[in-house]
């Protein structure tokens, strides 16, 4: 959860009551990193020869911190990992970690790459270099790039542990991860490992701050017979609590995804609770899943050059292929007979006066039809609009209720509407947004934008009106935004220019903090009036913290943040804004106050 670790956004997530998969997709900058890599050979171990448990394991593990190819890499090589003992051949393996992969994945591409040139010693040394632009990924760290780094290492190794090792290893990026999967994937396929790189290891076990809630083993041995325990035990994971907010360690892992729903709530702000109307939102409901597993045919590892797969090996359902497309926004409320879960439709950034639409879901993964006393509890601060109601479901079955939920006011934040499910209310998590004020755009002719100082810099009020871009008239916009990615690209209005966002923010202690703030074209940060950061640049930013990103600050517990951003020709990625507290840890204003 600290500054070097990029799994800080999804915990930061869980903290605010979100759980897996919307807490690693939700406002996370660094999605598609490899912190999820290595972790996800455990679930790969402990379900051999069940790839779509493995999958489904990995999936609510990868999914806490990660989305994107930051999610799909790592249950990719849960599937392969879950089928690679004994098969005697890396070049099967890649076929399976390809075949579970969707057929848009980059590593297709890299794959051909990397198997064209098994054989030439210098290859991998070209790959490393030519492949981030072949692939138009800036981040080394980036979970495709470690999946080519793993594939350089079991294929031009050939056999070789020691040399795969190597290979992976010095192909850099997130080697940590990288090297430690490729060694366990060749001891799976192989059978075992050379002494030499386990006897300087010894076998005492060495277990870091991340472990907790259990007596360390003194042994690797005792270790292994812990997690073997646990397996065969059926106790890998605990059950989650009735409580919104969750520690991470809470989490359960396996809740039954439900089919996709057509039909969504009114798009429109205005709620009329109970309407009857066409737009206003109604139960639906859907049988179990069908399998439509595609053939072998569809998927692209044929032109991988990598060996095709062993049809007696155990294909992955349509469901199990469903986890690696979804984009999903969903949060699990409850977990057991009946699993509850919230999907969000729009973004989950609550805000007074501001619709959110989402879906109750609920799924009966008992054997026996389930009676639910269902209600949708909200304090009169709310407005809510849904026909939530009282129902049987039979095995297997599922209900999506669209719901349309506002908050009146900022009090209103703090006591969210709950689904009452038997007697039990959970709460539905509401985090707040980001309040700023934006201006713009401005002039920024032929790029002189960046040092010219505009009025608005040295005259700030709400009630000014400045001189925009083309003469027009700006004045200052309210917005709420999700705290560590913003989308400042529509401030530009498609064209060159320079824009302002200025908040006022108080935090939960005072301290020495610091703040990152990143987008590609550069921009200037003044915290209460006093300028912290300031980089004009044209390169691509990979939302890693850079020194020229970052600056240390003390805070009585309330700071101004001030932000110009530059836009060129070309669109500009969105901001990436955190703030860390003298811990390390991601900090969030406990309040946006106001600015006069």
Same mark, same amino acid.
């Given at each position: 959860?600290?500054?070097?670790?990029?799994?800080?956004?999804?915990?930061?997530?869980?903290?605010?009551?979100?759980?897996?998969?919307?807490?690693?997709?939700?406002?996370?900058?660094?999605?598609?990193?490899?912190?999820?890599?290595?972790?996800?050979?455990?679930?790969?171990?402990?379900?051999?020869?069940?790839?779509?448990?493995?999958?489904?394991?990995?999936?609510?593990?990868?999914?806490?911190?990660?989305?994107?190819?930051?999610?799909?890499?790592?249950?990719?090589?849960?599937?392969?990992?879950?089928?690679?003992?004994?098969?005697?051949?890396?070049?099967?393996?890649?076929?399976?970690?390809?075949?579970?992969?969707?057929?848009?994945?980059?590593?297709?591409?890299?794959?051909?790459?990397?198997?064209?040139?098994?054989?030439?010693?210098?290859?991998?040394?070209?790959?490393?270099?030519?492949?981030?632009?072949?692939?138009?990924?800036?981040?080394?760290?980036?979970?495709?790039?470690?999946?080519?780094?793993?594939?350089?290492?079991?294929?031009?190794?050939?056999?070789?542990?020691?040399?795969?090792?190597?290979?992976? &290893?010095?192909?850099?990026?997130?080697?940590?991860?990288?090297? $430690?999967? /490729?060694?366990? @994937?060749? *001891?799976?396929?192989?059978? #075992?490992?050379?002494?030499?790189?386990?006897?300087?290891?010894?076998?005492?076990?060495?277990?870091?701050?991340?472990?907790?809630?259990?007596?360390?083993?003194?042994?690797?041995?005792?270790?292994?017979?812990?997690?073997?325990?646990?397996?065969?035990?059926?106790?890998?994971?605990?059950?989650?609590?009735?409580?919104?907010?969750?520690?991470?360690?809470?989490?359960?892992?396996?809740?039954?995804?439900?089919?996709?729903?057509?039909?969504?709530?009114?798009?429109?702000?205005?709620?009329?609770?109970?309407?009857?109307?066409?737009?206003?939102?109604?139960?639906?409901?859907?049988?179990?899943?069908?399998?439509?597993?595609?053939?072998?045919?569809?998927?692209?590892?044929?032109?991988?050059?990598? &060996?095709?797969?062993?049809?007696?090996?155990?294909?992955?359902? $349509?469901? /199990?292929?469903? @986890?690696? *497309?979804?984009?999903?926004? #969903?949060?699990?409320?409850?977990?057991?007979?009946?699993?509850?879960?919230?999907?969000?439709?729009?973004?989950?950034?609550?805000?007074?006066?501001?619709?959110?639409?989402?879906?109750?879901?609920?799924?009966?993964?008992?054997?026996?039809?389930?009676?639910?006393?269902?209600?949708?509890?909200?304090?009169?601060?709310?407005?809510?609009?849904?026909?939530?109601?009282?129902?049987?479901?039979?095995?297997?079955?599922?209900?999506?209720?669209?719901?349309?939920?506002?908050?009146?006011?900022?009090?209103?934040?703090?006591?969210?509407?709950?689904?009452?499910?038997?007697?039990?209310?959970?709460?539905?998590?509401?985090?707040?947004?980001?309040?700023?004020?934006?201006?713009?755009?401005?002039?920024?002719?032929?790029?002189?934008?960046?040092?010219?100082?505009?009025?608005?810099?040295?005259?700030?009020?709400?009630?000014?009106?400045?001189?925009?871009?083309?003469?027009?008239?700006?004045?200052?916009?309210?917005?709420?935004?999700?705290?560590?990615?913003?989308?400042?690209?529509?401030?530009?209005?498609?064209?060159?220019?320079?824009?302002?966002?200025?908040?006022?923010?108080?935090?939960?202690?005072?301290?020495?903090?610091?703040?990152?703030?990143?987008?590609?074209?550069?921009?200037?940060?003044?915290?209460?009036?006093?300028?912290?950061?300031?980089?004009?640049?044209?390169?691509?930013?990979?939302?890693?913290?850079?020194?020229?990103?970052?600056?240390?600050?003390?805070?009585?517990?309330?700071?101004?943040?001030?932000?110009?951003?530059?836009?060129?020709?070309?669109?500009?990625?969105?901001?990436?804004?955190?703030?860390?507290?003298?811990?390390?840890?991601?900090?969030?204003?406990?309040?946006?106050?106001?600015?006069?």
């Amino acid at each position: 959860e600290f500054r070097s670790n990029e799994s800080a956004f999804g915990q930061s997530n869980v903290r605010r009551g979100l759980t897996s998969p919307v807490s690693g997709a939700f406002d996370n900058p660094l999605t598609t990193g490899s912190e999820a890599v290595a972790r996800a050979l455990f679930w790969g171990l402990v379900f051999p020869g069940d790839p779509n448990k493995a999958a489904k394991f990995a999936y609510f593990d990868a999914s806490i911190d990660h989305s994107g190819d930051g999610l799909r890499i790592p249950v990719a090589l849960a599937v392969a990992a879950s089928q690679a003992q004994g098969i005697g051949d890396a070049g099967e393996f890649v076929s399976i970690l390809l075949d579970a992969l969707p057929a848009d994945s980059k590593l297709h591409k890299a794959s051909r790459l990397i198997s064209s040139s098994v054989g030439n010693p210098e290859a991998p040394r070209e790959l490393v270099n030519s492949l981030p632009k072949a692939l138009g990924i800036e981040d080394r760290l980036d979970a495709v790039l470690s999946a080519c780094w793993i594939l350089i290492g079991l294929l031009h190794g050939r056999g070789d542990t020691g040399k795969s090792m190597l290979l992976t &290893a010095g192909c850099g990026g997130a080697s940590s991860q990288t090297t $430690a999967v /490729t060694a366990t @994937l060749l *001891t799976l396929v192989h059978g #075992s490992i050379a002494s030499e790189w386990t006897e300087p290891l010894g076998d005492t076990y060495i277990a870091s701050s991340a472990l907790r809630h259990v007596t360390i083993p003194e042994k690797i041995d005792n270790f292994c017979s812990l997690m073997l325990q646990s397996v065969r035990s059926g106790n890998l994971v605990e059950n989650v609590g009735h409580e919104a907010s969750l520690d991470l360690e809470d989490l359960e892992a396996e809740p039954t995804p439900l089919e996709e729903s057509a039909s969504h709530p009114d798009d429109s702000q205005a709620i009329e609770p109970d309407s009857g109307s066409e737009d206003s939102p109604e139960t639906q409901s859907d049988g179990s899943a069908t399998d439509d597993t595609p053939s072998l045919s569809d998927s692209p590892e044929a032109d991988s050059g990598v &060996a095709n797969i062993n049809l007696s090996r155990p294909l992955l359902l $349509a469901e /199990t292929r469903q @986890l690696m *497309t979804d984009e999903s926004r #969903s949060t699990l409320l409850a977990h057991g007979d009946i699993n509850l879960s919230v999907e969000y439709i729009d973004e989950p950034i609550f805000s007074p006066g501001r619709s959110q639409r989402l879906q109750i879901c609920l799924q009966n993964t008992s054997d026996q039809p389930q009676d639910l006393e269902l209600s949708l509890t909200a304090s009169g601060q709310w407005e809510v609009a849904t026909k939530l109601a009282s129902q049987r479901l039979n095995p297997g079955h599922g209900v999506k209720v669209p719901t349309v939920i506002k908050p009146l006011n900022r009090s209103a934040l703090s006591s969210p509407p709950a689904v009452t499910m038997n007697g039990i209310n959970h709460v539905i998590p509401a985090p707040c947004g980001a309040r700023f004020y934006t201006a713009g755009p401005f002039a920024n002719p032929e790029g002189t934008g960046f040092e010219q100082a505009n009025l608005i810099e040295r005259e700030r009020s709400l009630s000014m009106v400045y001189n925009g871009r083309s003469d027009m008239p700006v004045k200052w916009q309210e917005q709420v935004f999700s705290h560590h990615v913003i989308d400042v690209e529509p401030l530009f209005k498609e064209g060159v220019g320079v824009v302002y966002l200025w908040s006022r923010f108080k935090w939960p202690r005072a301290g020495r903090m610091e703040v990152l703030a990143a987008v590609e074209t550069g921009l200037k940060l003044w915290l209460d009036g006093r300028l912290l950061i300031r980089y004009h640049d044209h390169v691509k930013i990979t939302n890693r913290p850079l020194d020229r990103h970052s600056a240390e600050f003390e805070t009585p517990g309330e700071s101004e943040i001030f932000i110009k951003i530059m836009r060129g020709y070309q669109p500009v990625n969105p901001l990436t804004l955190v703030f860390y507290g003298d811990d390390g840890r991601i900090v969030l204003p406990s309040e946006c106050l106001e600015l006069e």
